[in-house]
């Protein structure tokens, strides 16, 4: 449909296709956790950051079905539906 997918928000921004939020997860015990610890961490805080950009420059912010819709996607039917 024309768009492009960019990694920065700002006023050339339409909008914003954002899934569920990633859950924050809880600092491990043991230390060979951490890796997964920081990459989680880092997934959370990005999608606060998009989303706080978003809604600062007032951008609209849809989720994926919602995105689907505007491109105009259906889902194709079951088998015997």
Do not use: H
């Not at 998009?50 to 889902?75: C, D, H, M, W």
Request: glycine share 8%; aromatic share 8%.
């Amino acid at each position: 449909a024309g768009g492009t997918v960019v990694d920065k928000v700002d006023y050339r921004t339409d909008y914003v296709v954002l899934g569920d939020q990633p859950s924050m997860p809880p600092k491990p015990a043991d230390p060979s956790g951490d890796a997964l610890f920081a990459q989680a961490t880092k997934a959370y805080q990005r999608f606060a950051d998009v989303e706080s950009q978003a809604k600062a420059l007032r951008i609209p912010i849809l989720n994926t079905n919602r995105f689907l819709a505007e491109v105009g996607y259906t889902a194709p039917k079951a088998a015997g539906k």
